[in-house]
């Protein structure tokens, strides 16, 4: 039996529930330095094989060593769409908690905070105490996390207009909020960005008043250059960069065109057309040694990208910020499927009014966020072939309107079909309205926050002689996209807990921790 327990140290912390401050593991698998975490971890799997008609159900039992660097760097996040409605609130939201800042609303004042970030505002069971209750420690204590205060912060934007027009603009700050942080907001300019009228709505063009000049080699090479020049004024020791812009169309994947990463560095050379300004973005980051992340739903990852990523080393994560509808279908779901419920259809209806509906009115663009939106109940519906056959799935609709009106206050209606026990009918209907980038940009930190804490991780197993990297494609960063990006070959989790206890469980590993399997043996069997 594998627990883990909580002690106090005197002092009114003999009863334990909620561990606010740094933590050390006592145990002989880790060691700590002043520079790393050493853990040695047994991972336990289960493999199922068949042979000859006979199926073999096999405990597996494999010796790892984690290195986690405790150091944290000083990071700088860039992000393309730094001028749009998630760029803006991410930007004054950091700096409004940065100042500690408070402000007034008809129900009352209200304090900066991170809410709605997993790394910021949730906890982790990390055992028990000596009563035997749980005891919890916040998410960002697992591991040396970076302060999401000491970010810097940049990017680029299609439009020219300065940050405190932009966030007012946006609307989704409350005012008194707003004109606190304008004057500072509006010293910010996002630097030239690429538009390619072809991959985006064309009701964007308005906006299109700040652009990278030159063919896509030069664009690129430009991007470098400002990823460069951020790093060295900042003073940041690594830079991420995040794609909040526009949902694009999806590219079309050719032979020759973006097949491979040469064929990609080729054609973006020739100023091919096919090649989309985020992956444009991307590969830039790649050469430059700057971890990315794609927030929408188009496939930037095309296979040249991965092929780049994984020959350079540098992390890739996407795609599409889960926020809001996405996220609560995931549980849902989950939740109807593992009851042994059948989900008979899935109805999806949103509408919204911010500049992201506005693009998503367009049909080459929406259909990239139906796709997205579209896939993720797939590896609930395999899991259950007692309650659906080979090939079959519910019925799944998927509408996005736009309606100026609501503007970032977004509307998303569900409704799931079930059949239940003896031919009846079960049916759930929710409404959910939310506001699409105060959802939005919280999930932007902990991706930030995660890949960062990824790179400082290396681990082994047992008779390797070198440490090495997670996958370059990172899907650790699932539990906060609609559309996973996994390596070849790697099945999709799309189960939204699945996801999370992924997460703690890896974390967990780094400092010698099994996972949290809820046995709690010790109080299922008679105390004598």
Same mark, same amino acid.
């Given at each position: 039996?594998?627990?883990?327990? *909580?002690?106090?140290?005197?002092?009114?912390?003999?009863?334990?529930? /909620?561990?606010?401050?740094?933590?050390?593991?006592?145990?002989?698998?880790?060691?700590?330095?002043?520079?790393?975490?050493?853990?040695?971890?047994?991972?336990? $799997?289960?493999?199922?094989?068949?042979?000859?008609?006979?199926?073999?159900?096999?405990?597996?039992?494999?010796?790892?060593?984690? %290195?986690?660097?405790?150091?944290?760097?000083?990071?700088?996040?860039?992000?393309?769409?730094?001028?749009?409605?998630?760029?803006?609130?991410?930007? *004054?939201?950091?700096?409004?908690? %940065?100042?500690?800042?408070?402000?007034?609303?008809?129900?009352?004042?209200?304090?900066?905070?991170? /809410?709605?970030?997993?790394?910021? *505002?949730?906890?982790?069971?990390?055992?028990?105490?000596?009563?035997?209750?749980?005891?919890?420690?916040? /998410?960002?204590?697992?591991?040396?996390?970076?302060?999401?205060?000491?970010?810097?912060?940049?990017?680029?934007?299609?439009?020219?207009?300065? =940050?405190?027009?932009?966030?007012?603009?946006?609307?989704?700050?409350?005012?008194?909020?707003?004109?606190?942080?304008?004057?500072?907001?509006?010293?910010?300019?996002?630097?030239?960005?690429?538009?390619?009228?072809?991959?985006?709505?064309?009701?964007?063009?308005?906006?299109?008043?700040?652009?990278?000049?030159?063919? %896509?080699?030069? &664009?690129?090479?430009?991007?470098?250059?400002?990823?460069?020049? /951020?790093?060295?004024?900042?003073?940041?020791? %690594?830079?991420?960069?995040?794609?909040?812009?526009?949902?694009?169309?999806?590219?079309?994947?050719?032979?020759?065109?973006?097949?491979?990463?040469?064929?990609?560095?080729?054609?973006?050379?020739?100023? &091919?057309?096919?090649?989309?300004?985020?992956?444009?973005? +991307?590969? +830039?980051?790649?050469?430059?040694?700057?971890?990315?992340?794609?927030?929408?739903?188009?496939?930037?990852?095309?296979?040249?990208?991965?092929?780049?990523?994984?020959?350079?080393?540098?992390?890739?994560?996407?795609?599409?910020?889960?926020?809001?509808?996405?996220?609560?279908?995931?549980?849902?779901?989950?939740?109807?499927?593992?009851?042994?419920?059948?989900?008979?259809?899935?109805?999806?209806?949103?509408?919204?009014?911010?500049?992201?509906?506005?693009?998503?009115? !367009?049909?080459?663009?929406?259909?990239?966020?139906?796709?997205?939106?579209?896939?993720?109940?797939?590896?609930?519906?395999?899991?259950?072939?007692?309650?659906?056959?080979?090939?079959? $799935?519910?019925?799944?609709?998927?509408?996005?309107?736009?309606?100026?009106?609501?503007?970032?206050?977004? $509307?998303?209606?569900?409704?799931?079909?079930?059949?239940?026990?003896?031919?009846?009918?079960?049916?759930?209907?929710?409404?959910?309205?939310?506001?699409?980038?105060?959802?939005?940009?919280?999930?932007?930190? !902990?991706?930030?926050?995660?890949?960062?804490?990824?790179?400082?991780?290396?681990?082994?197993?047992?008779? &390797?002689?070198?440490?090495? $990297?997670?996958?370059?494609?990172?899907?650790?960063?699932?539990? =906060?996209?609609?559309?996973?990006?996994?390596?070849?070959?790697?099945?999709?989790?799309?189960?939204?807990?699945?996801?999370?206890?992924?997460?703690?469980?890896?974390?967990?590993?780094?400092?010698?921790?099994?996972?949290?399997?809820?046995?709690? =043996?010790?109080?299922?069997?008679?105390?004598?």
């Amino acid at each position: 039996l594998q627990r883990s327990r *909580a002690i106090g140290g005197g002092g009114g912390d003999e009863q334990l529930h /909620f561990l606010q401050r740094d933590f050390e593991v006592e145990s002989p698998d880790v060691t700590y330095t002043d520079d790393e975490i050493i853990s040695k971890y047994v991972y336990e $799997r289960t493999e199922v094989t068949s042979e000859g008609g006979k199926v073999r159900v096999k405990p597996v039992r494999e010796s790892f060593t984690f %290195k986690t660097g405790r150091k944290v760097p000083k990071v700088g996040i860039m992000l393309v769409g730094l001028g749009g409605n998630n760029g803006t609130t991410l930007t *004054a939201s950091l700096m409004a908690n %940065k100042k500690g800042l408070t402000w007034r609303t008809k129900e009352g004042e209200h304090q900066s905070n991170f /809410f709605g970030s997993v790394t910021q *505002a949730s906890t982790v069971r990390i055992g028990a105490n000596a009563e035997g209750e749980s005891v919890y420690v916040p /998410f960002k204590n697992l591991l040396p996390t970076l302060d999401p205060c000491e970010l810097e912060i940049g990017g680029w934007d299609i439009s020219s207009m300065p =940050l405190g027009d932009a966030m007012n603009r946006a609307k989704v700050l409350d005012y008194d909020l707003q004109r606190q942080l304008y004057d500072d907001m509006q010293k910010i300019v996002p630097l030239p960005s690429v538009h390619y009228s072809d991959f985006i709505a064309s009701n964007q063009s308005e906006r299109a008043n700040n652009l990278l000049e030159g063919d %896509k080699q030069q &664009q690129m090479d430009k991007i470098r250059g400002d990823i460069r020049d /951020f790093k060295k004024e900042k003073g940041v020791d %690594k830079v991420i960069v995040v794609w909040t812009a526009n949902t694009e169309r999806f590219a079309e994947v050719q032979a020759g065109l973006n097949d491979s990463a040469q064929n990609l560095l080729a054609s973006i050379s020739q100023n &091919q057309d096919e090649i989309s300004p985020s992956t444009v973005f +991307a590969v +830039a980051s790649i050469l430059e040694g700057a971890s990315y992340i794609n927030g929408s739903p188009q496939n930037t990852f095309v296979p040249g990208v991965i092929e780049l990523a994984e020959s350079k080393g540098v992390f890739i994560g996407g795609d599409d910020f889960k926020s809001g509808q996405t996220k609560l279908k995931s549980v849902l779901v989950d939740f109807l499927i593992s009851a042994g419920i059948k989900v008979r259809s899935i109805v999806s209806y949103n509408h919204l009014g911010n500049n992201d509906g506005k693009n998503l009115s !367009d049909p080459s663009q929406f259909r990239s966020k139906e796709i997205s939106k579209s896939n993720v109940v797939d590896d609930m519906v395999e899991s259950n072939n007692i309650l659906y056959q080979p090939g079959e $799935r519910p019925d799944h609709c998927v509408v996005i309107k736009y309606v100026p009106h609501v503007a970032d206050s977004k $509307r998303a209606m569900d409704e799931y079909s079930s059949e239940i026990f003896m031919g009846g009918t079960n049916t759930i209907v929710i409404h959910n309205t939310c506001e699409d980038s105060l959802l939005a940009s919280p999930i932007i930190l !902990d991706l930030v926050i995660l890949m960062e804490l990824c790179e400082r991780i290396t681990l082994k197993k047992e008779g &390797q002689s070198e440490f090495q $990297r997670f996958h370059p494609v990172l899907s650790l960063l699932s539990y =906060l996209l609609k559309a996973p990006l996994v390596p070849s070959g790697t099945p999709i989790v799309n189960a939204l807990f699945a996801q999370r206890q992924c997460l703690i469980n890896v974390f967990r590993a780094c400092i010698g921790l099994g996972p949290e399997n809820m046995m709690m =043996l010790e109080h299922k069997i008679a105390k004598h």
